[in-house]
């Protein structure tokens, strides 16, 4: 996976990098324009949302409430109708009579307290029915009032009731209005009731029947089978069995069932009151549902948010497409001033173009004092630089064909001189003069690594047989007072060195050391050592003769870190000057090529970080370390 992530940045970097900088930065401004616009509008569009959804919640929150307060008054006068009729001592004794009344008893009864139960039950016209079923044989049945319990043995409400016996119990159940109808007349008059038992008891908890107060469902829930309601919303309740009550001419649930109402809201229904929402074949609904206590039953309300989504929608679609138009109307805007903008850097684009095409003499205007302005004006000022560095280059080819022409003259004049050494020497080795003949021998090949310059740099083994050759002529002139010793791995005598960065050194060395009068009585040993350390090789070159005064030292040392690449423009030149050139440090001119010049020379062709330092304690020894990189003379990284 992190392969294919970086693998897709380098194709969007690569893509990116192909573009032109008119095109990179007008995607830089659509982005900046766009992303900000999409974050906002996306908050504000959800934000609206919730809002919208939290008005609905509290909206159908209140219509719920609405419709529980009236069910709630159903219910009180329900109860209250129950009340006022287990409150008649004469309805109670006519329920406790033990003996076949008369006909005059059943009239006065009939005149008297029955009359009072049918004004209880007409002054409320929403109640369907007040019933009365008692178990009493002396008791007459009187329609539609007092019924025989014998007649509803059976019905299911009766066996769930004394299944939970409770002094009130409210139940739902269908039907007929009419007890004396039997079930041959089918269920044409069948109703769904909600319905308010009671078990009569008196005196003494004693059994007397039944009392049932019965309401329409229609009526009870009349705001669910009423036609006020919009085909975006429904009302609905769900009872203890989770029977579904709801009306079913509505167009609503041409769209979602009741039956798919009822598994979310059994899936999703948390405490007694709340709302969710989910969605049904891509549309969405919300749900908004109150609990009701004494029926054990829960009223809701489903509201589809389809239209609320798709206003939601058209606003998104109208900011994204002012936002388009605004990003397009900007881009063309901006692509006009950019390409005012631009067209100073094109100029210099093709004037950079023409440089490289090898036009060295391209008039840049000038294009002001901004970034391109001042990208304009470094670039004449490079154009003048390389057109004096051809120049430059040229003379310095003429010269180097000049000095070619006298390179190959001195040649001829070497080769004579070194056919006039070999002769000189041979004479010595006939004449027996074998120390002659050794000195002639060194002295040519001394001649013949300074006469052969063909390259700046040599293997470093290359300079140190040349310090050999020197030493062995100088041990001629100091009686053989002069110990060389080399110290070297095979591996660092193939590093790449100055030619003759090395010898100015050892004359030094020699000529300063055999001043001194503790070594005139032994001998000067001047050992060359090299080890390497990051990256550089350091080569030392120790004696042990006079010293030098650590105030010598430290001035000499500062004064080579002064030098800079162009503090010496006689380098070529044959001369230079001898730093340590008397017994107290003190500085006179020589005729060699000088500490400071091969300071200068390793500075100028390995840069900084490269040179001499000079270490040395007076009386004592004279240590001074080159520093170059270590790199072998191929002109690669030493491994």
């Given amino acids: 996976m992190r392969k294919l992530i970086v693998s897709a940045k380098r194709s969007i970097d690569g893509l990116f990098g192909q573009l032109s900088i008119r095109a990179k930065l007008i995607l830089m401004y659509v982005l900046v324009i766009l992303i900000p616009t999409i974050v906002f509008s996306s908050y504000l569009l959800g934000a609206n949302y919730r809002d919208n959804i939290t008005s609905i919640v509290n909206k159908n929150a209140y219509f719920l409430g609405t419709e529980k307060n009236n069910i709630l008054n159903n219910m009180e006068g329900m109860e209250r109708t129950a009340q006022l009729t287990l409150a008649d001592r004469d309805v109670l004794n006519y329920l406790l009579n033990d003996y076949d009344i008369s006909a005059e008893e059943l009239l006065n009864f009939n005149a008297g307290p029955y009359n009072h139960l049918q004004h209880i039950l007409y002054n409320n016209p929403n109640i369907s029915n007040l019933r009365i079923f008692t178990d009493n044989k002396f008791a007459h049945e009187i329609w539609p009032i007092i019924f025989k319990e014998s007649r509803i043995v059976g019905e299911e409400w009766v066996k769930k009731y004394y299944a939970h016996p409770e002094s009130s119990w409210w139940t739902i159940y269908t039907g007929a209005d009419n007890p004396l109808v039997t079930e041959s007349r089918g269920n044409s008059g069948n109703y769904t009731f909600v319905s308010l038992i009671q078990e009569i008891k008196y005196p003494l908890e004693r059994h007397l029947g039944l009392l049932q107060v019965n309401m329409r469902l229609d009526v009870f829930f009349s705001k669910i089978y009423g036609d006020l309601q919009d085909n975006s919303s429904q009302l609905m309740a769900i009872d203890r069995e989770s029977h579904l009550y709801y009306n079913g001419t509505s167009l609503f649930y041409e769209k979602i069932t009741p039956e798919e109402i009822k598994r979310e809201f059994n899936r999703k229904t948390r405490g007694e009151e709340g709302s969710f929402q989910f969605s049904h074949n891509g549309i969405p609904y919300l749900c908004v549902y109150t609990n009701l206590d004494r029926l054990d039953s829960h009223l809701l309300t489903v509201v589809s948010l389809e239209s609320s989504y798709n206003d939601m929608n058209k606003t998104r679609l109208a900011i994204i497409g002012s936002t388009l138009l605004l990003v397009i109307i900007l881009s063309i805007i901006t692509y006009k001033l950019l390409s005012v903008i631009l067209k100073r850097l094109h100029l210099l684009r093709e004037s950079m173009k023409k440089v490289r095409q090898g036009d060295f003499n391209v008039e840049i205007p000038h294009l002001g004092g901004d970034e391109v302005g001042e990208l304009g004006s470094q670039f004449r000022q490079m154009l003048k630089k390389m057109n004096e560095l051809i120049i430059v280059a040229v003379n310095k080819q003429a010269i180097s064909q000049e000095a070619e022409l006298n390179s190959l003259r001195n040649q001829i004049d070497a080769h004579f001189l070194y056919n006039t050494l070999e002769n000189l020497k041979m004479m010595a080795e006939v004449e027996g003069q074998l120390v002659i003949s050794d000195t002639l021998t060194s002295l ?3 001649m013949r690594y300074n006469f052969h310059w063909t390259h700046h740099y040599v293997h470093l083994y290359e300079e140190i047989q040349h310090i050999q050759n020197y030493v062995s002529i100088m041990n001629i002139r100091y009686s053989g007072r002069l ?3 080399i ?26 050391g055999m001043n001194s009068s503790r070594i005139r009585k032994r001998s000067l040993i ?21 010293g030098i005064t650590d105030k010598r030292v430290q001035e000499i040392n500062d004064l080579f870190q002064q ?8 380098i070529g030149g044959g001369s230079g000057y001898e730093l340590i050139g008397k017994r107290d440090g003190s500085v006179h001119a020589g005729s060699g090529i000088g500490l400071r010049n091969v300071n200068l020379r390793i500075r100028l062709h390995y840069g900084q970080g490269s040179g001499i330092h000079i270490a040395s304690i007076e009386g004592e020894y004279t240590e001074v370390t080159i520093t170059i990189p270590y790199l072998i003379l191929s002109g690669g990284l030493a491994e």
């Fill in 487 to 512: 110290k070297l791995s095979e591996q660092l005598q193939q590093q790449e060195i100055l030619k003759m960065s090395l010898q100015p050194i050892v004359e030094n060395a020699i000529k300063h």
């Fill in 483 to 485: 110990d060389l010793r």
């Fill in 444 to 446: 040519g090949g001394m």
């Fill in 563 to 570: 030098d800079s690449i162009n503090a010496e423009a006689s």
């Fill in 526 to 546: 001047i050992e060359i050592t090299a080890y390497e350390r990051d990256g550089f090789i350091h080569i030392v070159i120790r004696d042990n003769g006079a």
